[in-house]
């Protein structure tokens, strides 16, 4: 059985599709075959982030032609496959978002991997939330400021009305700052544990630019560790975070200043 997992939010850009791209390469580390699929149909950016651009087969034609599921899994690396979701506003007109059985279109998706990680969109969804597969696990995630937070607090609210299994929050993009809620502030607000607190890195828009993720590009920074954990902790798995190598960059700078032979 396939495992179903979801980034949700509130608030949009907080980072779902950054880290759902993340957690699938950093979960594909520790031996899983990785699905994705971004479920926002107007505004879907995990086919840009992943890389992935201009498939010829997408999610829209599965809604709207005669095509399945099984035309547009993409393999962008090795055992990471990605659903993309299409961008063309024309197919858009022709698709009815209350008709659409998510249930089956992720039930299917899911054959292609262990660990299907869906990016759900921003806000309210109902229509999404009741078709998602019963033993879905839901990551809420949300930045440190009082806005992301309280629509991260209407998310969970929702969920449990909905019965849905909250696994906990995510703080992304966190960084130290008096005028910005604590990690612990945040989770006495939301009364759902704290799965993991990743921290602000630049460096992320940079890997992402190139179609690439952070956790590759560079493992040993704070966020890949941060990441890496929260996968380890998702499969019950151990990771022991990779140090930045500070002897080769010692070694790089005696070499520069003439303290070492070139
Ligand atoms: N940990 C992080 N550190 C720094 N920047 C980050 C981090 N996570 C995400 N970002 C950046 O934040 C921006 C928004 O991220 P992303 O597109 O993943 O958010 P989203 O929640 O999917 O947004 P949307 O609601 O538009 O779908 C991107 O520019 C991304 O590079
Ligand atoms: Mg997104």
């Not at 149909?41 to 498939?55: K, Y």
């Not at 090795?78 to 659903?83: P, S, T």
């Not at 019963?134 to 998310?155: F, G, H, Q, R």
Request: glycine residues 6%; aromatic residues 6%; hydrophobic residues 45%.
């Amino acid at each position: 059985m396939p495992r179903f997992v979801a980034i949700a939010s509130g608030k949009g850009g907080v980072g779902r599709t950054s880290l759902t791209f993340n957690l699938g390469v950093a979960m594909s580390l520790f031996g899983e075959k990785i699905v994705m699929l971004d479920l926002d149909l107007v505004m879907a950016n995990l086919d840009v982030i992943t890389g992935l651009l201009n498939p010829d087969v997408t999610l829209h034609d599965v809604l709207v032609r005669d095509k399945s599921i099984e035309d547009c899994v993409y393999e962008i690396e090795n055992d990471i496959r990605v659903i993309p979701t299409g961008i063309h506003f024309e197919t858009l007109k022709h698709i009815n978002p209350n008709y659409i059985s998510w249930n089956k279109i992720i039930k299917e998706g899911a054959n292609y991997g262990d660990v299907f990680l869906m990016d759900i969109p921003a806000g309210i969804n109902t229509n999404i939330f009741e078709d998602l597969p019963e033993d879905t696990e839901i990551l809420i995630i949300t930045n440190s400021t009082m806005t992301s937070v309280a629509d991260a607090l209407k998310m969970r609210i929702l969920f449990n009305e909905l019965d849905i299994n909250i696994l906990g929050f995510v703080l992304n993009m966190w960084y130290d700052d008096k005028f910005l809620l604590s990690p612990n502030e945040i989770e006495s607000i939301l009364e759902i544990p704290i799965i993991s607190i990743i921290p602000y890195d630049r460096e992320m828009e940079r890997s992402l630019a190139m179609g690439r993720s952070l956790v590759e590009v560079n493992p040993s920074s704070p966020t890949s560790n941060a990441i890496m954990q929260l996968a380890a902790d998702l499969l019950g798995e151990t990771y022991e975070a990779i140090q930045p190598d500070k002897q080769t960059i010692l070694n790089r700078l005696k070499k520069f200043v003439g303290l070492l032979p070139e």
